[in-house]
């Protein structure tokens, strides 16, 4: 097979390794199988990012970039406060199993253990999430932003991989619900 010149590389990639991610797991991607589906190197992918770590890494700063400006509009939305809830929940939560940016969090999560230096992006990451809901409902505070993503996460880690019985409205239902104690 030729190899091809990328138009825009980086992204090219990026969005190439989600879709490998959420098709096989991080486990089974490697970076040569990667490189043939964008019919160019594993030293080129190489290039760009230094190990599978740092691909993996680079893809979730991507996918939360693209969610980011949605995740910002929430702030301007009126309502009550748990309409602005329900809104920041629903962006938040998986759309369903196998949803590639909820695997992309997983597998980063289930990294950090064995790659230090993927925690400080990573909780920068998650500290966005937080820095948003405590802006959303400044009401609520800090404490309530912590154990609302914890549950959130926890719940959102079963939905992505399957477990049976938990469902994208139930786990939104939950999250209402231990907003009417808090609010």
Do not use: C, N
Not at 12 to 31: D, K, P
Not at 62 to 84: D, K, N
């Amino acid at each position: 097979m030729a190899r091809q010149r990328l138009e825009r590389p980086r992204e090219q990639m990026l969005e190439a390794a989600m879709s490998a991610i959420t098709e096989h797991g991080l486990a089974e991607l490697t970076m040569a199988a990667l490189a043939r589906r964008l019919g160019t190197s594993g030293g080129h992918l190489l290039y760009y990012f230094g190990s599978k770590d740092q691909l993996l890494l680079e893809t979730l700063v991507w996918s939360e970039t693209q969610v980011a400006p949605r995740r910002e509009a929430l702030l301007s939305l009126p309502g009550s406060a748990e309409e602005r809830l329900r809104a920041y929940v629903d962006l938040y939560v998986p759309v369903g199993q196998a949803d590639p940016r909820w695997l992309l969090w997983v597998d980063v999560w289930s990294r950090t253990l064995a790659v230090p230096e993927l925690r400080e992006t990573q909780a920068r990451l998650d500290q966005a999430w937080h820095e948003t809901l405590v802006a959303l409902l400044p009401e609520a505070g800090e404490d309530f932003s912590v154990r609302l993503r914890a549950m959130l996460d926890g719940f959102s880690t079963q939905l992505v991989v399957g477990v049976p019985g938990v469902d994208r409205e139930a786990v939104i239902e939950h999250a209402l619900a231990f907003g009417r104690l808090t609010l």
